[in-house]
């Protein structure tokens, strides 16, 4: 039954023959499949779907576009899309920034080549699922040699009144020398009142010679249970600058990778994360450096309130052939919470002589001749907490080089510890 929903839900929306097989396959694959491997997270029990796949209906949760600037964009709730939003000079050079189904009409071969290129959809069952039972996407392609100065921002809203899964697949392809700044943001709207699963995958082409600032900042509902996966892969002298704020109120599961392919390729990843109330988040962020002279740095800051749990896993490997690469990482958590848990787990996996690694780990509670120091100078117990917290999250949020970016997640910040 749910492979022939699969199929009609694919044959409604006129999706290539290629995407039907791949849909069809990636099914077929998802009962032998095992779950992906996070150290010290038990998340084998969670909702992480129902096997149904089908749209949102018109939603009444509409964003204010008014507020939402004029730069290039685009705004999907659930599985429909609200806004599109280039300038006509971008078009003409070729920039695509659409849901799926229109890139297969604007770029049909382009979609074919790449889809899949960065996630294979048989690596683990949660990558099947995503791509047997998508029911919403997101295609940017910039085209070889395309410099973008306004960043580029991808708006992808849950709709907290809505039970359809949110399940989404984002498609970002980079061509040669490009250099441009794109800003994602998965967010629940409404009153989280329905129980909801989600399924993300970001797939992320760097071409040859690409630059690539991405920041993202997650914010989905209590009521959602999710699982996050970026992925990027790495041509040539690509770079990508990673900023992520993991920010949400419900269980889950985020699963960062680089795989840096080509010789002299950069991968700096910098995620910050905060767990509250029952919360469980647990956060594998990894680079693969294949390309000699490949260089992957991992920063993760994170904080625990009352019984929330906050599991980093921080992994570096350095394959076989990758003479001169450098892989180093450092993850550190703030315990505001004698009741709270965590782990920070850092992993280091090296094939190769001639390179440089190294790491650093520590998880510990705020310092108390700290909040001696503010509280001694009339400030109280929780306005001490607070700036400790935003002290120790800057060590990320000042290496993240998008100002508005850096307000949004201060912002978001405030927000959940308010909630707290």
């Known amino acids: 039954m749910s492979k022939q929903a699969i199929l009609n839900f694919s044959q409604a929306k006129a999706e290539p ?155 970002i392809i980079a061509g040669k020398n490009t250099k441009f700044s794109y800003i994602e943001r998965f967010e629940s709207i409404g009153e989280y009142s329905e129980k909801a699963s989600a399924n993300i995958s970001v797939e992320i082409i760097a071409g040859s010679g690409s630059q690539i600032s991405y920041s993202a900042i997650d914010r989905l509902g209590e009521n959602v249970t999710a699982y996050i996966s970026r992925r990027v892969k790495h041509d040539h002298n690509s770079s990508v600058d990673w900023a992520m704020g993991v920010m949400n109120e419900g269980m889950v599961i985020g699963d960062f990778d680089s795989d840096l392919y080509g010789e002299g390729s950069h991968a700096n990843l910098k995620v910050i994360a905060v767990s509250s109330g029952r919360q469980i988040q647990g956060i594998d962020t990894r680079v693969t450096n294949y390309g000699k002279y490949s260089v992957g740095h991992i920063l993760q800051h994170g904080v625990i309130l009352e019984r929330g749990t906050l599991t980093f896993n921080g992994i570096g490997h350095i394959v076989k052939g990758a003479k001169g690469a450098d892989a180093q990482q450092e993850s550190r958590v703030l315990m505001l919470s004698d009741k709270a848990r965590s782990d920070a787990n850092p992993i280091l996996l090296i094939d190769e002589n001639e390179v440089s690694a190294g790491h650093a780990a520590s998880i510990g509670q705020v310092d108390a001749e700290d909040m001696y120091y503010l509280m001694s100078r009339g400030i109280d117990k929780e306005t001490a907490e607070r700036l400790v917290i935003r002290g120790f999250l800057g060590a990320v949020i000042t290496e993240i080089p998008s100002k508005e970016v850096r307000r949004d997640l201060i912002v978001v910040l405030d927000k959940k510890l308010d909630k707290s």
């Open 17 to 171: 023959i290629w995407l039907q097989e791949r849909r069809l396959a990636a099914f077929d694959k998802i009962e032998t499949l095992p779950l992906p491997s996070i150290e010290r997270v038990r998340f084998h029990r969670w909702n992480l779907g129902d096997a149904t796949i089908s749209e949102n209906d018109a939603t009444a949760n509409i964003p204010d576009f008014t507020a939402l600037g004029n730069n290039p964009k685009l705004v999907q709730v659930g599985t429909q899309t609200l806004l599109e939003q280039l300038p006509a000079d971008l078009i003409k050079q070729g920039l695509v920034f659409t849901d799926l189904q229109s890139a297969l009409e604007e770029i049909p071969q382009v979609v074919e080549k790449y889809f899949g290129s960065a996630l294979a959809y048989d690596e683990d069952k949660l990558s099947a699922y995503n791509y047997a039972y998508f029911n919403s996407a997101a295609v940017l392609y910039v085209p070889d040699n395309m410099e973008i100065e306004k960043p580029l921002e991808g708006i992808y809203l849950q709709d907290s009144d809505s039970d359809v899964p949110f399940n989404k697949h984002v498609l």
